[in-house]
């Protein structure tokens, strides 16, 4: 999966090569959600993409629930540095 390129997420992982843990995870399925989304600009017929699209925004919907269950204050800091849920 692909990161989003802003070297302030860097201070969200755990570490330089930090992969598994769940704000990585995030920031990860957030990237390629953008990307796909610039995709659907120019391709809406796409639907397989699209399928995968739903999945990735499902997926990452459920990493949020558990990390705000976890760790209320790492939830806040990602949903801010990725200015995702308004």
């Given at each position: 999966m692909s990161k989003v390129?802003?070297?302030?997420?860097?201070?969200?992982?755990?570490?330089?090569k930090d992969t598994g843990s769940s704000e990585a995870q995030i920031i990860s399925?957030?990237?390629?959600?953008?990307q796909l989304n610039e995709h659907f600009k120019h391709h809406k017929h796409d639907q397989a993409s699209r399928r995968g699209l739903i999945k990735?925004?499902?997926?990452?919907?459920?990493?949020?629930?558990?990390l705000k269950s976890n760790d209320s204050d790492k939830y806040e800091q990602v949903i801010k540095s990725l200015d995702i849920r308004g």
């Amino acid at each position: 999966m692909s990161k989003v390129n802003d070297p302030s997420l860097n201070k969200l992982l755990k570490h330089d090569k930090d992969t598994g843990s769940s704000e990585a995870q995030i920031i990860s399925m957030t990237g390629r959600i953008n990307q796909l989304n610039e995709h659907f600009k120019h391709h809406k017929h796409d639907q397989a993409s699209r399928r995968g699209l739903i999945k990735i925004v499902g997926k990452r919907r459920r990493l949020l629930k558990y990390l705000k269950s976890n760790d209320s204050d790492k939830y806040e800091q990602v949903i801010k540095s990725l200015d995702i849920r308004g």
